[in-house]
């Protein structure tokens, strides 16, 4: 079987400019994107991250803390059986 190639698949002009970027040779300044009409006021990331209070996700995540309790039960029950087992068969 022959050794297969490393070569990565893309242009060598790709792989030269991304060098040159990750060295920071070059810094690459976009033009800003014309708006639409419609998407003149767009939120930006940082205004769209809304505040949650611990109660809300008290609330809206009850049913984690149940799983989460019953997945330690079974793993404390299968790991003492396991203890059990090693000891009996010892």
Same mark, same amino acid.
């Given at each position: 079987? #022959?050794?297969?190639?490393?070569?990565?698949?893309? #242009?060598? +002009?790709?792989? !030269?400019?991304?060098?040159? $970027?990750?060295? /920071? $040779?070059?810094?690459?300044?976009?033009?800003?994107?014309?708006?639409?009409?419609? +998407?003149?006021?767009?939120?930006?990331?940082?205004?769209?991250?809304?505040?949650?209070?611990? +109660? !809300?996700?008290?609330? +809206?995540?009850?049913?984690?803390? #149940? !799983?989460?309790?019953?997945? *330690?039960?079974?793993?404390? #029950?299968?790991? *003492? /059986?396991?203890?059990?087992?090693?000891?009996?068969?010892?």
């Amino acid at each position: 079987m #022959s050794k297969k190639s490393k070569r990565v698949n893309i #242009s060598q +002009e790709s792989l !030269d400019r991304a060098r040159r $970027e990750a060295s /920071g $040779e070059i810094v690459i300044a976009r033009p800003p994107v014309a708006a639409k009409a419609s +998407e003149s006021k767009r939120t930006t990331p940082m205004e769209a991250v809304r505040k949650t209070s611990p +109660e !809300d996700l008290a609330a +809206e995540y009850t049913y984690v803390i #149940s !799983d989460l309790r019953s997945m *330690g039960l079974l793993a404390a #029950s299968l790991f *003492g /059986g396991l203890i059990v087992l090693a000891i009996l068969f010892s």
